[in-house]
């Protein structure tokens, strides 16, 4: 797949341009290009060993691409060594110097760029007071709790005031509530700071909160790249549709296919797709819909030709602020459904029960497979 | 019964216990302390004819009494053949453990950069010498280093030099031969030190600008500093009371601690001298290391290694 994510010319920040990494003879990265805008943060997502730390690794400088470009603000970085690079990376088990104070630490880089004694405190006092670590100003790497480290590794990489911030998995060595409230903070100073950011990440809901856009990866390729509610609601393929969130998927054959509308025929009944789409009539696709686009009722719709199917309740499970029912359609499949609860009450419905199952048509989404 | 069993249960928890802390504690007092202070009331017993000593304390018709000679101590302090000697196996060993440091770090750091699967070969090869006696390959250094030996020859007959040089029977040819011997024990411990250095570490300076050699002089010395001590000592202590290699490779200028112990010892039969000389070096040089060594290991981060 060599799809172009990238824009015009005149946008680009970073240019990452048909880049490759071989390990023998596995592509690692294969043949990836990409643009991104100035002061954007932007997520490589994918799961364990598609290629996406290689892929930061080459941005640092960590490792030589096999063939391709990489070039920040219009000039090639591909000859430069890792010190020389106007980027810095946050590791994923942050590399703190262990025999350095965290003071230290966020100098370290400082000190390499000779600035003058003075300046380096006042920089460091300023990174301390924006991380909230001035107390801990003294202490070890091995003297701060997981959460500390984090902020101090952050810290660290943006005393230099770089031109890309990388953070390979920035949150995944924290425990998970934790992780959902170090996400925003850490979001608020990247936008705070203005710098530009690839980070990479294997949760999705992480790539979803921070980013502005997400690039979805998969053996070394980009699946699809887009900002998050582009992803999320209009997925480009059955790959990304599933590992993004939970989703139903229906296969079945193109019966109408009009500029703006198609029908498509499957085995739970017929479903109305308010988007045209460009393809054949006979061909076979399938429907995405997403459990919280769902809806359940016990009468049946006035309109039951499309996008309404019979139903049992298999079972339920309560989450608080929603349920998820487990429905077996009278065609055989077996859906999810998330039924937001805007008013305190119980089961809506009860196992065994039947009920109609609904969907509006600009929910649903035609995958090409 | 049930009693009963509890019972033994808890002398063998106790006991058990006891014995898995307490052996270590029971193997350094045997080979350690005893001797220590078997040498020591030596050092300041009195005697005739050197060997056979009066007893320190008496208790001889209700009245105790208790004589420590410090005589030997004086003697010590006074005589500049035992200071000079003391001064010079201190330069030997300083020497011995700077050049095993130079020669062994590079080496230690190459041998943990290598690839996994050769790494056993390369530490295979770092104690392949432990094989032969080490007598032997002490006494090899002399074919070498002789006036008529390998070099020599070689040098002559490629009309090097005129004459041979003369290495043998010098600090030169001691040096050699100390480091020679002592080099493993440098780089052992450095290997397993640098092996587990974390190289995101190394990543990471580069990263904030650190050309490679400052990350080298930044990050990889300084985390290696505990294996740097470890190695040091393992050269510095025993090369001080070396005997075999001054005596095999030194020469008269190369007096080393260890030949006036084996001098007082078996030539001039006065054991009480010997284990006075031995009991300052103790104290002079071991003690003040062994504090040095815990002080500095105290002082590193949990982290570093
Ligand atoms: N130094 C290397 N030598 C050989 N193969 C490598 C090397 N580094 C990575 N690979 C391979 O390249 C592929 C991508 O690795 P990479 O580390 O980029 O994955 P990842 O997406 O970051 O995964 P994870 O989420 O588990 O960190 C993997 O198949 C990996 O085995
Ligand atoms: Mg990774």
């Known amino acids: 797949m060599t799809a172009n994510f990238a824009y015009g010319a005149s946008k680009a920040f970073v240019r990452i341009d048909r880049l490759t990494k071989r390990f023998g003879d596995v592509a690692a990265v294969d043949n990836v290009s990409l643009d991104i805008t100035k002061g954007e943060i932007f997520a490589l997502l994918g799961s364990s060993g598609c290629g996406k730390s290689t892929l930061l690794r080459m941005l640092a400088g960590f490792e030589t691409p096999s063939e391709g470009n990489i070039s920040l603000e219009g000039v090639s970085v591909i000859n430069m060594p890792p010190h020389q690079r106007p980027m810095n990376m946050m590791f994923q088990s942050y590399a703190l110097f262990?025999?350095?104070t965290v003071t230290e630490n966020i100098a370290f880089g400082l000190k390499r760029d000779g600035m003058p004694k003075a300046q380096i405190n006042a920089r460091v006092e300023e990174m301390l007071n924006m991380v909230q670590l001035k107390r801990y100003a003294k202490r070890k790497p091995h003297q701060l709790s997981g959460g500390q480290q984090q902020r101090v590794?952050?810290?660290r990489c943006l005393a230099k005031q770089p031109k890309l911030l990388l953070l390979d998995e920035p949150l995944g060595a924290l425990d998970r509530k934790l992780r959902e409230q170090t996400q925003f903070e850490l979001v608020n100073i990247i936008k705070a700071v203005g710098v530009t950011c690839v980070l990479v990440t294997h949760d999705q809901e992480e790539a979803m909160t921070m980013a502005d856009r997400i690039a979805v990866m998969s053996e070394g390729s980009f699946i699809q790249v887009g900002r998050p509610h582009e992803i999320y609601e209009t997925p480009s393929s059955r790959f990304v549709a599933d590992f993004i969130g939970k989703v139903n998927l229906f296969d079945g054959v193109l019966v109408v296919d009009e500029p703006d509308h198609c029908e498509i025929d499957t085995p739970q009944g017929r479903f109305f797709v308010?988007?045209?789409?460009t393809g054949t009539i006979g061909m076979s696709l399938s429907v995405?819909?997403?459990?919280e686009k769902i809806g359940l009722q016990a009468e049946a719709p006035e309109d039951i030709s499309s996008n309404a199917f019979r139903g049992t309740v298999v079972d339920s499970g309560y989450y608080g602020s929603f349920s998820v029912y487990r429905v077996d359609l009278a065609g055989g499949q077996r859906i999810q459904v998330a039924i937001t609860h805007t008013e305190r009450h119980d089961e809506l419905y009860r196992r065994g029960e039947e009920v109609w199952v609904t969907c509006r048509s600009d929910a649903l989404v035609v995958l090409i497979n | 019964m049930s009693t009963a069993t509890s019972l033994v249960d808890r002398l063998v928890d106790r006991w058990g216990r006891l014995m898995v802390i307490g052996t270590p504690y029971i193997f350094l007092i045997l080979v350690f302390s005893i001797p220590f202070f078997v040498v020591l009331k030596i050092s300041v017993s009195t005697s005739n004819d050197g060997i056979r000593f009066e007893d320190l304390s008496t208790f001889n018709d209700w009245v105790f009494s208790f004589t420590a000679s410090f005589q030997k101590y004086r003697f010590l302090f006074t005589d500049d053949l035992y200071l000079n000697t003391y001064g010079s196996s201190l330069k030997f060993a300083t020497i011995n453990t700077l050049c095993c440091l130079f020669i062994g770090y590079p080496f230690a750091y190459f041998m943990a950069r290598s690839p996994v699967s050769i790494?056993?070969?390369?530490?295979?090869?770092?104690?392949?010498?432990?094989w032969t006696s080490y007598l032997l390959r002490v006494y090899a250094w002399k074919g070498l280093l002789d006036d008529s030996g390998t070099i020599n020859s070689l040098l002559l007959s490629f009309g090097l030099i005129d004459e041979p040089i003369k290495m043998m029977y010098t600090a030169f040819s001691l040096s050699v031969g100390?480091?020679?011997?002592?080099?493993?024990f440098m780089i052992l411990p450095l290997y397993a030190n640098l092996v587990k250095m974390d190289g995101r570490l190394i990543e990471a300076a580069n990263d904030l600008g650190a050309s490679p050699f400052r990350a080298f002089w930044l990050v990889t010395v300084p985390l290696s500093k505990n294996g740097i001590i470890a190695g040091s000592m393992l050269v510095f202590i025993p090369s001080v009371g070396e005997y075999v290699i001054p005596e095999l490779l030194g020469g008269p200028e190369t007096l080393m601690i260890g030949r006036v112990?084996?001098?007082e010892f078996f030539s001039n039969n006065d054991w009480s001298m010997a284990s006075a000389v031995a009991v300052t070096m103790v104290f002079l040089i071991?003690?003040?290391?062994?504090?040095?060594?815990?002080y500095q290991t105290d002082g590193v981060g949990r982290g570093s290694v």
Not at chain 1, 274 to 277: A, C, D, E, P, V
Not at chain 1, 288 to 291: G, I, N, S, T, Y
Not at chain 2, 119 to 130: H, Q
């Open chain 1, 274 to 277: 308010g988007h045209g789409i």
């Open chain 2, 261 to 263: 112990l084996w001098d």
């Open chain 1, 98 to 100: 262990p025999h350095l």
């Open chain 2, 178 to 184: 100390m480091v020679y011997t002592y080099l493993p």
């Open chain 2, 286 to 294: 071991l003690f003040p290391l062994a504090l040095f060594n815990k």
């Open chain 1, 153 to 155: 590794a952050l810290a």
């Open chain 1, 288 to 291: 995405a819909l997403r459990p």
């Open chain 2, 119 to 130: 790494r056993p070969v390369l530490l295979m090869l770092v104690s392949l010498p432990f």
